[in-house]
Nanobody, 125 residues
Framework: VQLQASGGGLVQPGGSVTLSCAAS????????IGWFRQAPGKEREGVTC????????YYADSVKGRFTISRDAAKNTVYLQMRSLKPEDTAIYYC???????????????????WGQGTLVTVSS
């Protein structure tokens, strides 16, 4: 499985940006794709994920109402639309896939089978 993340950059507070994760190589019909982030000096945080089977999602409390994860099955691409960005959203965002043993539900997420390269999002004026 290969994951190619893109779309990061410098964004002003209150602004928006959309990250993309192009996935390939899945051999199983069901999997989960999500985003983790890691800010300088902070622990890695699971941000959001989505199931390939039924589109169920999870959002961390810190991003609920501001971030939206979606997928285009035909393009095997997952998108993370980030709105109302805050300086504390500054981090490296990683696209991650769960294939073998994963969990993605409204109350939590756990997936780490495959990682894409990170993309930096900087929220600053």
């Amino acid at each position: 499985v290969q994951l190619q993340a893109s779309g990061g950059g410098l964004v002003q507070p209150g602004g928006s940006v959309t990250l993309s994760c192009a996935a390939s190589g899945f051999t199983r019909p069901y999997y989960a794709i999500g985003w983790f982030r890691q800010a300088p000096g902070k622990e890695r945080e699971g941000v959001t994920c989505i199931l390939s089977s039924d589109g169920s999602t999870y959002y961390a409390d810190s991003v609920k109402g501001r971030f939206t994860i979606s997928r285009d099955a035909a393009k095997n691409t997952v998108y993370l639309q980030m709105r109302s960005l805050k300086p504390e959203d500054t981090a490296i965002y990683y696209c991650v896939a769960g294939v073998n043993d994963y969990f993605c539900a409204p109350y939590g997420m756990e997936l780490d089978d495959y990682w894409g390269q990170g993309t930096l999002v900087t929220v600053s004026s």
